[in-house]
Structures are given as structure tokens and as C-alpha cells.
């Protein structure tokens, strides 16, 4: 019988929950906060091992912690309270403590126990903010924090790196950003949990008004938090701006020029010129993807349509019958089903008979549509854009009538620009710095070193006006990317249509460049053990 490959399960190391902070990350909270006083709260502290080191330096510290007997081991270092953090703050003074200093709990919405869950969200609402069935159970413990430390004091976190850029906690930045004066990011070039594959960031907060001034501090790994110097340049941040943190990993003067240009009228946003959206999702690539070989064998090319089903498909500036030659010949997944309602063409129906006979028809995407074997949304793009990227951003013309899976973004070229532009002028002024800067800057990175821009982030991207390229440097552009000169082709790209045409100095295009190259390297290096 043929079986047609769906996703693993996820495993049961993916449930995060309690690992204790290694020694040098305790030790260096605990310093930092100890300096605001020492009245020092530590919200969620499993077996104490942030306690042991406040107690080393003479804090009268409190700890409170769900599990008795974590609390238990707890005490040995300070008084604990067992208890839920939340019900606990009801009977303790806010803004009464000099700080806290902790590690709290990773918990999806759908794991933690709504009874433990609600007093957190309460809390949030208090504070004028606005949880959803994605906030994290870290996420009210920093609000915990924040309203625990008197004016001045100071909040010690050890969070997950997606404090810097999820959606879910766009909230709590602007929160954050309001209510703290100074706050510095430090951030790791190893993971510093053994067996936890997850990204931390310490924060330190100096609670008071805001807007807060940030600053970032990148290190090697935990050994370097002993002579870490914080005492670096910092930048205002903008408050109401929704934006991601990763930009304060630029240098001041770069944020201030990245700021400027994006409020500048000399870049436009794609979404003046095109609709970004997702791929085909077929729910069984499997089944609904298919080889040059399978395809033929299957007799099922009739009811094919071309396919760019792998990033690395997207050589250039333009995806011609060249390039679909060359993918057919390499063996690439370049086929995708696109079968009738009522289909009578045995071969078609011998394979649908094989999908039912594997179970394709009852995985969830295909359980829910009718029939299950109809591909949904399927659509022939007028550019492909890569969702995922490794090295540089990629916007491809799509001049060989293919669609592509959701490795890959479809755009449409707005109805009232269709006749007034070409594709090849939006994709050849794409592939310049400042571009490439703010996507690193608008978009995601996961350990791994993958930036992933999803199409609302893409659409937002700010690109000069495509007026500014012509037939010959898209050409030229396209030449140069298939040879991999990605450099070259930004050089161009940079010289005649920023420099030449906008009438940028060459001074602020390389300031874009150079800020592209430290956000890149930055996300590339990360994650690693
Ligand atoms: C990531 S561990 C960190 C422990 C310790 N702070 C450290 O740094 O090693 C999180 C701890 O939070 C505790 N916890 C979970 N939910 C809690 C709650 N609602 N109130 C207090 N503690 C909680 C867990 O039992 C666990 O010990």
C-alpha cells in the first residue's frame, strides 16, 4: 500500500516547564537586584537557587512557589510562601518592594490550570492589558514584578526570547516601556539552559516613568554574565509603536536613522504595490505534491499545475521555464494536484483511491473540506517571496505560471497598479539595504537562525518606488542573484536606485548595509550550544 508521509507528533520534551536557572545567571540577578535594597521578592523561586544568592548578599529576601515541596528546599535560603503568585499578592503592598528577582514559569495558555490561570489574567486586566489564549503564564508574572517594586527598584527577569518579537507580547513591550525607566536586554550567543532548547534574555528593568531609554548587552554565554560591562550607549524607545525589540540591537545611531527613513515619503510599503498571503496549504504534501517521475508514472500531469515547493527554487529575480526546467530535472516536488470535483480519469481516481486507503483524507485539513481532495486557494501568484529566510530576503517574478506550498509566500500585484507596473521593477527594488535591514528588523527569528516573515509583516515592509528600476537592472539584478553575488546585487541596487535615484548619500546606504549585516550576523550566530 503507498503511504503518503504527515508531521510527527510533538514530543513531550516541546511541554516546558520548571528547569531552575544555572548558578552564573542566578548570581548576577541576584547582584543587580540587590543593588536597588534589600527587600527583594522572587515570585516563582522552585528550589531557591536565585534565594541562595540573595541570601549570600544580606537581602531579606521572600520567596513564594506553588509546589510545597520545592518551598520546602526553598526555606533553607529565606522565607517562602506556598502559594499561587497571584492570590498571594492580594494580601502584600505594591510598589513596596526595592525588586524582585526570579525565573518564571513557561506555561501555554492551554496547559496551566485555569484556576491558577485566572487570578494571573485578572491581574493583567488591572493593568489595562489585554490577555488572549496565547499569552504564557511569564507573561503576568512580569506584570507581577512590575507592580511589586517601588518607584526606583529594580526587576531582575531570566524570559524567554520571545519577549523581543511575538505578537502575543506587543502588549506587555509597550507595558514595559511605560513603566520602566531603563531597561537593559542581555541576550546569549549559546543557549544557556543544558537541555532546553529554549532562547532566554535576562531583563533589567529600573522601575519609573517612562518612555524607557533600552539598551542591549550581547554575551557569549552565562560564564560571561561574571564581568558583563552594562554600561553601554542606549536609545530611547518610542512608545505606542507596536514594533518588535530586535532593532535595539543596533547601535543608537543606526535606530535613528532606520526610524527616520521609515517615516521618510521616499520609501513606499509593498503593500502599496502588492497583496502578500500565504501558499497552498494542502494538508498531505505527500499526496497532493508531486515529482517530475511521479507525476509522469501517476499519468496524473493533466491534473497538475506548476509548483515551487522549496525556497531554494527561488534562485533570481525571475522564476522562468529555465529555472522549472532545471527544478523538473533535479527531481524537486514541482507538481501540484488540482483535481475536479467529479473526477473520471481512472489514473486520477486511482490515486485519490490510494489517499483514502493511507488515511490522507482523514487528517484535519483535508477532513474539513469537500471534496477532500480539492486543493484549496489555489492561485498562480504574479511573484513568490521567500517566508523563510537563511542569508538575504527574496522577492522572485513568477514568469513560469507555477503557484508554490506555504514554504513559500504568494503576492498579487494590486489591481490598479497591475497595468501601470511590472513585477520585475517591484522585485529588483526590493533587493536593496535598507529593505533587507528593516526586514530583519519587522520580521521573526526562532533558534535555528531562520528569520521568518509572515505576509502581514512583509506587506509592511517599506521599498523604494518601483518607478526607480528598469528592464536592464532587472536583468542584471536576476544574473547576479543566481550566482550567488548577493552583495553585488545589493551594491547595484543600492547605487542606482537609493543613491542614484532617492538621492541618498552613500554615507546612510552603507549605514543600512552595515546595519542588515550586524542583525543578520546576530541572528545567525544565536541559538547555538
Ligand atoms: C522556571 S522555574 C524557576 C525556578 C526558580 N525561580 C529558578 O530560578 O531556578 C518556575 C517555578 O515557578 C513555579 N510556579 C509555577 N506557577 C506558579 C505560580 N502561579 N505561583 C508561584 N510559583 C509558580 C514552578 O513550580 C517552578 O518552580
Redesign the pocket.
Known sequence: MTTFAGKAAASADKVR?????PAP??RFLARWVREAGPRIV?????????LRELAALGARAQG????AG?AVKARQFAPVDT????T?LANTEAADWDGVA??????RFGNWASD?REP?LELMRRERLRPSRLTN?WVP?VVAATVLVRDGGRVGL?LPAELLQVGYAAQLRDFLLSRFSAITLLTFERLVFDGILQEVVLFCGVVGSGPARIRTVHLRDAEALADAELDVESAPALLHEKEKWTKYFLDPAAIRLLRTLKGSDTLTRLDSVADVDVGVVTGRNSFFTLTDAQARELALTPHCVPLVSRSAQLTGLVYDTDCRASDLAAGHRTWLLDAPRDPSDPALLAHIAAGEAAGVHRGYKCSIRTPWWGTPSLWIPDLFMLRQIHTAPRLTVNAAAATSTDTVHRLRLAPHVHSQIDACAVAAVFHNSATFAFAEIMGRSYGGGILELEPREAEQLPIPPPAYAGAELACDVDLLLKANEIDKALDLVDRQVLIDGLGWSPDVVAQCRSAWAALRARRTKRGSR
Request: with cysteine; aromatic share 16%; charged share 15%.
Open positions: 516547564g520548571g528547569y531552575y536557572t545567571v542566578a522572587e515570585p516563582s523561586c522552585g528550589d531557591g537557587r536565585i513564594v512557589e506553588l509546589v520545592e502559594e499561587n503568585l497571584f498571594w526570579g525565573n518564571p514559569p513557561y506555561i491558577q494571573a503564564a508574572f531570566v
